[in-house]
């Protein structure tokens, strides 16, 4: 099983950085945020509601023609914990250390072996995501993007079984090969 968010929480997350981005200043639009942030105007209607009906609710919208969503609290009192809790639930690497109440029970959790590491990768997870605020996070992502670096995904990484070359994706999408 892989630990991944899904792009309900990647987009949502998202949204909230604009908004902390823009803390202060007027309302923004879904369609200012859809095209500053590349994401699928639809979707992002969707997000928001849950954002704003989220208890307490994390975003507020304004009717009008200047209308849109702002926070509802300043960014430095909101946790990506927070965030991501409402828009994916409760952190769960495994059934058997899920936060809360379990609803779903695993029938090896009495004799289960693992659990203490799945449990401890909960709460590293946890601890995470309730350390960071958004101002924080909103504050690194600017930096991060003005820094313009680039980055190889290691799943496009791939080393040939008994060769001794690597495979890397180019710009061109052509896979370069290079001896290791």
Same mark, same amino acid.
């Given at each position: 099983?892989?630990l991944? %968010?899904s792009? !309900? ?9 604009d ?10 639009? @879904? ?6 942030? #590349?994401? *699928?105007l ?13 208890? *307490?609710?994390?975003?507020? +919208?304004?009717?009008?023609?200047h209308?849109?969503y702002?926070? +509802? ?9 927070? %965030?991501?809790?409402? @828009? ?14 379990? #609803?779903? %029970? ?5 004799a ?7 449990? !401890?990768?909960?709460?590293? %997870?946890? /601890?995470? &995501?309730?350390?960071?605020? @958004?101002?924080? @996070?909103?504050?690194? +992502?600017?930096?991060?993007? $003005?820094?313009?670096?680039q980055?190889?995904? &290691? $799943? ?6 008994? $060769? /001794?070359?690597?495979?890397l ?6 896979t !370069?090969?290079?001896?290791?």
């Amino acid at each position: 099983m892989m630990l991944r %968010v899904s792009t !309900k929480g990647e987009y949502g997350v998202r949204i909230m950085v604009d908004l902390a981005r823009h803390y202060g200043s007027r309302p923004r639009s @879904l369609t200012d945020i859809s095209q500053t942030e #590349t994401l *699928p105007l639809a979707y992002l209607e969707q997000l928001v509601k849950l954002l704003r009906e989220a208890n *307490p609710p994390l975003v507020m +919208s304004t009717r009008g023609a200047h209308g849109g969503y702002k926070l +509802s609290r300043d960014p430095a009192e909101i946790t990506m914990g927070e %965030v991501v809790r409402v @828009l994916e639930g409760p952190i769960a690497p495994m059934i058997c250390a899920t936060e809360g109440e379990m #609803t779903q %029970v695993c029938n090896f959790l009495d004799a289960c072996k693992t659990r203490y590491l799945w449990t !401890k990768v909960r709460d590293a %997870v946890a /601890q995470t &995501l309730d350390s960071m605020t @958004l101002a924080e @996070l909103a504050t690194v +992502s600017q930096q991060e993007s $003005s820094a313009a670096a680039q980055f190889i995904a &290691l $799943s496009d990484i791939h080393v040939g079984a008994g $060769s /001794q070359e690597l495979c890397l994706p180019a710009k061109d999408g052509e896979t !370069k090969v290079r001896p290791l």
